[in-house]
């Protein structure tokens, strides 16, 4: 044993070839093959997508007694000698000295057997479907995702900031904000007054740090933040969540080209971080999940993205001759089926589209010389469509005031906002990345449900 219960993880265990070691291990049984004198459990302690064999032989003082009722869920501590294995997909198995069970499961109850579940039954056990190999698989590459993601910005200089959750400035409307209050109700009248409300004043879930990451860029330079976010949309589609993790990199000093350089480098930086690190479970949902995963990141990891303008992007999909569920027009927001018809059928790799219409864009975003549309730039993935957005910033302080107007916001709400540009000022940029489109796009999932541990969608809310 490493330490008190503490147990090697089953992953360095089967990369071991020295015969005769001792160890303990611990995890949970997933099968029990019976054979002469002797039972073959498979046992799985979460840290890989193999599992490790087990021989018990029946000279065990509890072979009878416990060993023979294992089934499928049971957990076990298993002290035993390392020997080479004979059998095929592994070099090495336990001959046990020592079994002990520690929890039971009973096999007519259990729900997970050995079969393949559907994803949507397995949405129904939300607090036991980590223990199936696909789900057990996204849990380890979103785990790599997240290291690398820190990795990346860590190396580049970049200064993590936690921005809040609980915000009273949205930088994306108030209509999309959870509402945060602990205020009741007048007597009589049905109406909660400002002066009962917690924070003093109209609160809410927040749906992006940008707007305080954008603080402390014009403090630090080069800073991030990643954390949960909130949206109050009644949109219950395979690619939206009630409660989802952004990852927010807010620049100094830097203009829309900068912005959409760092984006690349991230992505392509994440994508070949996991599929070094996590190749068993890359090549699991390369052939059981989506075929042809690891040659489409490769295309990502290896190719220069493609640029367009978002009016190139309009005259194009205007002159392709396909017929979209949505009419294209200029100055409508692109949507799913025209950035993905976009990135896989005519680019046919990862696709930034800059310089969309002002009217259709947050207030925020500078304004171009044309004076129609902003510097902003959306990146494009096959499979997944828009997977990156960010702008280059306002920092002009009279057209930030005008454009706050023009939206319906009242200057005096953001009157900490409009002072970063009234002290100190300066270009800055900054994007956004919804961590599960990312996990999404790595594991191939169909559903973004399937990415997050336990997901919060319209009238869902396990756990």
Same mark, same amino acid.
């Given at each position: 044993m490493t330490g008190?219960?503490?147990?090697?993880?089953?992953?360095?265990?089967?990369?071991?070839?020295?015969? @005769?070691?001792?160890?303990?291990?611990?995890?949970?049984?997933r099968t029990r093959r019976d054979t002469g004198g002797f039972s073959f459990l498979e046992v799985n302690d979460g840290s890989c997508l193999a599992n490790l064999q087990i021989i018990a032989d029946k000279t065990l003082e509890n072979y009878e007694q416990d060993v023979k009722r294992l089934t499928t869920g049971c957990s076990v501590r298993v002290e035993g000698t390392l020997q080479k294995s004979p059998a095929k @997909?592994?070099?090495?198995? %336990?001959?046990?000295?020592?079994?002990?069970?520690v929890g039971w499961a009973d096999p007519e109850q259990y729900p997970l057997q050995k079969k393949r579940h559907s994803f949507e039954f397995l949405r129904e056990i939300t607090h036991l479907r980590p223990r199936t190999n696909a789900l057990g698989a996204v849990a380890r590459v979103r785990s790599r995702l997240s290291f690398a993601v820190h990795s990346f910005f860590q190396q580049? @200089?970049?200064?993590?900031?936690?921005?809040?959750?609980?915000?009273?400035?949205? +930088?994306?409307?108030?209509?999309e904000m959870f509402q945060v209050t602990t205020a009741r109700p007048h007597a009589g009248t049905g109406k909660g007054g400002l002066e009962e409300e917690f924070f003093g004043r109209r609160a809410g879930l927040t749906v992006s740090g940008q707007l305080q990451a954008e603080v402390y860029a014009l403090a630090l330079g080069n800073v991030?933040?990643?954390?949960?976010?909130?949206?109050?949309?009644?949109s219950n589609t395979s690619r939206h969540l009630a409660e989802f993790w952004m990852i927010e990199p807010e620049m100094a000093f830097c203009d829309l080209?900068?912005?959409? $350089?760092?984006?690349?480098?991230? %992505?392509?930086? +994440?994508l070949r971080d996991v599929m070094l690190? +996590?190749?068993?479970?890359?090549? %699991?949902?390369?052939?059981?999940?989506?075929?042809?995963?690891?040659?489409?990141?490769?295309n990502v990891t290896d190719l220069d993205f493609a640029h367009i303008t978002y009016s190139e992007a309009v005259e194009t999909l205007l002159s392709c001759g396909k017929t979209f569920e949505f009419a294209v027009q200029w100055g409508i927001d692109l949507q799913s089926e025209h950035e993905r018809y976009l990135s896989e059928e005519v680019y046919k790799r990862p696709l930034i589209v800059t310089d969309y219409p002002a009217a259709i864009k947050p207030f925020?975003?500078?304004?171009?010389?044309?004076?129609?549309?902003?510097?902003?730039?959306?990146?494009?993935?096959?499979?997944?469509?828009?997977?990156?957005?960010?702008?280059?910033?306002?920092?002009?302080?009279?057209?930030?005031?005008?454009?706050? $107007?023009?939206? @319906?916001i009242d200057p005096a709400e953001y009157g900490w906002y409009l002072d970063l540009r009234r002290y100190g000022s300066a270009p800055h940029a900054g994007f956004g990345l919804g961590f599960e $489109?990312?996990?999404?796009?790595?594991?191939?999932?169909?559903?973004? $449900?399937e990415v997050i541990p336990f997901p919060r969608t319209p009238g869902f809310a396990p756990c």
């Open positions: 008190e219960n503490m147990h090697p993880r089953i992953n360095s265990v089967l990369q071991r070839q020295t015969a @005769g070691e001792k160890v303990e291990v611990a995890g949970w049984v @997909g592994q070099a090495v198995e %336990l001959l046990a000295s020592r079994i002990e069970v580049k @200089g970049f200064i993590q900031v936690h921005t809040p959750i609980i915000t009273t400035s949205d +930088c994306e409307g108030a209509g991030y933040t990643f954390g949960p976010t909130f949206r109050a949309e009644n080209h900068g912005n959409m $350089r760092i984006a690349e480098e991230m %992505l392509k930086y +994440c690190n +996590c190749p068993e479970d890359m090549d %699991l949902f390369d052939r059981f999940i989506e075929k042809g995963l690891l040659a489409k990141l490769r925020y975003m500078r304004v171009n010389d044309d004076g129609r549309t902003v510097a902003a730039m959306d990146i494009l993935v096959p499979g997944v469509g828009e997977i990156v957005g960010g702008s280059q910033r306002e920092e002009r302080y009279d057209v930030l005031e005008s454009r706050m $107007r023009a939206a @319906g $489109r990312l996990v999404q796009f790595v594991t191939g999932m169909a559903n973004i $449900r």
